[in-house]
């Protein structure tokens, strides 16, 4: 199967399997504006049942929902000790409340941010809060709702490999990173503004 995973520039096969939730049943009368407000609340998502019902396969390098690794981490912690377990979450889930149980996140080689559906800027802000506040200097990776016009600035905020949407085509998503020769602020990428890098 073709890849969809974009790092350096570049199509490279995914060598982590990610590990997805068990989808749980919402009322038809839920899905419009409901369902977004449960979302962006901060309510318990996942789920108790989704964590508890969750299945990992118990070999090879798994990227596991961040609950389900708090759940699993004495059973993990072989695998955990030898840089097999990456952890991903959702931009609702507010990554502070985790930090002192999780201890030291480059300890991860891994860490992905799930975009379920793109309708503001949030995997932005926790890119940079994970990169500048907590010092996080592994692969940071963008997965779910992954278009191309987002990558040159989810690049800016410290991501550095991307899986893109099955229905998307990753050689056009490529081509997006160079959008900008000179970007004008400092960032992740490029920390120095502009008006510092170049003298005119």
Do not use: C
């Amino acid at each position: 199967m073709k890849s969809q995973l974009i790092k350096n520039k570049n199509i490279v096969n995914d060598e982590w399997i990610t590990v997805e939730l068990p989808k749980i049943e919402q009322k038809i009368k839920m899905q419009a504006g409901k369902v977004v407000a449960f979302k962006l609340s901060g309510e318990d998502y996942p789920t108790d049942d989704q964590v508890i019902k969750t299945k990992y396969p118990e070999t090879g390098k798994i990227l596991l929902p961040l609950k389900v690794f708090r759940y699993h981490q004495e059973k993990l912690n072989k695998r955990f000790l030898n840089k097999e377990i990456g952890i991903w979450f959702s931009t609702h889930e507010e990554i502070h409340k985790f930090i002192e149980v999780l201890g030291d996140l480059n300890n991860f080689p891994l860490i992905a941010i799930y975009v379920e559906k793109f309708s503001d800027g949030r995997i932005f802000s926790i890119g940079n809060q994970l990169r500048n506040k907590y010092k996080f200097r592994n692969e940071l990776r963008a997965l779910g709702d992954v278009l191309k016009d987002q990558i040159y600035f989810l690049k800016r905020s410290g991501f550095t490999s991307y899986l893109i949407r099955k229905d998307r085509d990753p050689n056009d998503a490529i081509k997006s990173l160079d959008d900008f020769t000179e970007p004008y602020q400092g960032a992740f990428d490029i920390l120095d503004p502009v008006w510092k890098r170049i003298k005119r």
